[in-house]
């Protein structure tokens, strides 16, 4: 369990370099502790060190652990692939999403926001390896659906999310991140006032900061190997 706690300080170290490293401000790349299959005790222990953010990919699981801890004003990031009869449980229990790659599931959190809380800090998921069998929209479809989305008043569009396929090449992992990067920058070309990309997991953690990430995703770094395998 203390492991947790080096971890966390060893990782924070790593974004601090690389930010100097990438001349980027320091305190510019916020990390968010990719929490899923882990037991609530980890989230807590990472809590207790500094950490308030956190991010669950599958809906069940996530609630246990809300509910778990809910008197600590976590901030909550749901990062997973996202089934309509999701959307509800969702759009109740989270602060933001990563994952919206459709239209259809957008409108519905948008309608299942409830009305008391601040509207929902969204993430278009962009397929920057252009593989079938990944989750995201195409480059192509981004500006209608990110035009679409931000009509919605329920929901705030901060930016866009990509979960390239694994590679460990340096300048390999940097090719999908800067494609995200530059799509950023056309949206924001054209009227959108857009400031997040959530891009690096622990293996491109460094690629993400070099070329522009706001929010890295980090679970294995901090929280070791997973061993079990969650599904909703
Ligand atoms: C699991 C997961 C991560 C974290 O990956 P690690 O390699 O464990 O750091 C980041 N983003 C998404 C979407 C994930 O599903």
């Avoid at 790659?101 to 009305?115: E, F, M, S, T, V």
Wanted: glycine share 4%; proline share 6%.
């Amino acid at each position: 369990m203390p492991e947790i706690s080096h971890r966390l300080q060893q990782v924070c170290s790593e974004i601090s370099l690389y930010e100097q490293e990438f001349d980027r401000p320091a305190g510019s790349v916020q990390l968010l502790a990719v929490s899923k299959t882990r037991p609530y005790t980890d989230l807590l222990q990472a809590w207790e060190n500094g950490q308030t953010c956190f991010a669950e990919n599958y809906i069940q699981e996530a609630l246990e652990k809300i509910n778990k801890l809910r008197s600590l004003p976590i901030q909550w990031h749901f990062i997973g692939p996202i089934q309509s009869n999701k959307t509800r449980a969702i759009a109740e229990n989270f602060d933001w999403v990563h994952s919206i790659d459709r239209l259809k599931i957008a409108q519905r959190l948008n309608d299942q926001r409830p009305p008391d809380k601040p509207p929902l800090q969204v993430l278009i998921q962009v397929n920057s390896s252009e593989e079938n069998s990944k989750s995201g929209c195409r480059f192509a479809e981004l500006k209608p659906l990110a035009l679409a989305i931000s009509t919605l008043p329920r929901l705030q569009l901060r930016g866009l999310m990509t979960l390239p396929a694994a590679c460990d090449d340096f300048e390999q992992q940097r090719k999908p991140l800067r494609k995200l990067r530059l799509a950023l920058r056309e949206l924001n070309q054209s009227d959108f006032r857009l400031d997040t990309l959530s891009m690096g997991m622990s293996n491109d953690m460094r690629a993400a900061i070099a070329e522009g990430a706001t929010i890295v995703r980090i679970g294995t770094a901090l929280f070791g190997e997973r061993k079990t395998t969650a599904v909703d």
